[in-house]
DNA sequence: AAACAATGCAATCATTATGATTGCATCTAA
DNA sequence: TTAGATGCAATCATAATGATTGCATTGTTT
């Protein structure tokens, strides 16, 4: 039965490659409504794409060529509804359906977000500017420096060049990873913080690209449990789907800190940071020596 | 001149509601490309959408006619380029902007997820059950309760009813917001603790729906500053978008502990909870009256 | 200098997808 | 029993798309 099942799972495929790009969307509207919902019609579909009655029917019938199993139509409610057969014929990645859920069905921009009232995904309390993560966006993409002006915790506001490599969400904000001029060296910026981006037309030297950021090319091997001093281990095994109660997770030595602050990871060797929200330890301090910026972690002496 | 740039834009508008959806996407897919990485070829499009070469350039010659400025042809890199003068003809929300560069422009289901080597959103280290996730969504949806167990902290598996009214992420995870038969009481449950989910065919009653849930309905007003022992405020003023030194947010009460232990927000009286990676302080105290889990939040005797 | 290759374009024609209409089926409400 | 609102299939018209041809532009190879 296992081997039918994949056999069907690769016919289905086989008839969607098959599909236009307009048609495949409208087919996993219907595929995530019915798993999600429960139910879905034809003016649910019609709302949505703004399509006409008969290519509403036509996308239905495809669907039910594809996975008959999966919706029973009742008139009663005028709707389709999902079977308790029923079998997802799109993959799913647990984020992407729970941004769906809460954004909406789509990819965001030809229709805007259509905010739910029953998922709600984490509040924001930063917003970067669009056109700022643009700029930076053109420059790391084709391999340009951008002359700019930052204001940094430390020293103010300052202007400066750099050559930046990636965008990464450090789990409170956006910042960018560049090469600094001023300091000879990588660093991350806050993308909040820059006051002005422009681009820069002159060459980028070989060592101010990625290849030549040590801590971005490090990879880290970081073990967590639970906090030894938490009673019920159980609760954070499932939440974090640990194995042999540990997860083992391989982050860049750039990034590794970020992780360990925000999910307030006590790194301190004898496991005493314990505070409030804290519910993992590291079980491998010593990797603490390969991450240059630890001490943004929780428990760092 | 700001006058005919609106009337430009709602011409633009105008003739973007004219189009199919599928058209609509295939354009929004050209300005994306335009303003975050600078270029964008028909080669570009046929990859993404799997269109024909005709059905490309037709999609180039519509985009020309909306926003005529905003591209230039260079031959010499067989490819288009965003102008000076580029104007978005797409409205942006730099949350969704930000996913599709991280993931790939598209919803993620109908042709899946296509990582960038760019730009990184945060490491996730919870991951809910997608099959759960679908089961709480349509008891939600079809109102209705669920059969469930669940695996707390404080008491490990117990079996238990309860009516879920709406998913979260509290930052860290994603939980349901649900009243509790068991305690009577609406209340928090995890995602990756629940080990079975079961909708219930029968009756829910009034009071275990959402307009009965006084801390979901209760919106409380939350005044952040910058701590005060943080020498150079204008940074974080900057990332936070503060206005006079400020920022005001409305919160759900049974939301805002959440947020304010996300963000690590400092909300002891005297300010006195400064620890690694606190930035804020909670200007208005006293709206932790209004908060039943409160506890959760850092700061709070 | 000429030929080739790889992008771009427009025009034309064929094919496919979609939209409108008609007639029918099912169910609920009046 | 009738009306209304969903569903369907069939038919025909329209629009979008795909393939092909010829041409333009640029860089590379011969």
Redesign the pocket.
Known sequence: MEYQNNLIETQINKKLA???H??KD?LAFIDFSLQFFGHV????LIQRF????????????TY?ELAPDNLI????T???HRTDDFQSIFKHDPEVILTSLSRGFGNGISTGVQPSEQCFDAVRLIHPNVAIIASIMRAIHNKQGVKCGYVSVSSGETERAIVPHSIVNNGHRWHVRAYDRKHNSFRDFVCTRFTYVDLIQGPVHVHEASPYDQQWQQIVDIELVPHPKIKQPRAIEMDYNMSDGKLSIQLRAAVAAYVLRQWQVDCSVDHSELHLGCQLALANPEVIKLIENISLAPGIA
Chains 1, 2 share one sequence.
């Open positions: 098959e599909l236009t307009a048609q409208r019609a034809r003016t649910d703004k399509t006409g009655l008969a290519a509403s029917t036509r996308d239905f019938s039910k139509l009742r008139h009663q005028k709707s389709y």
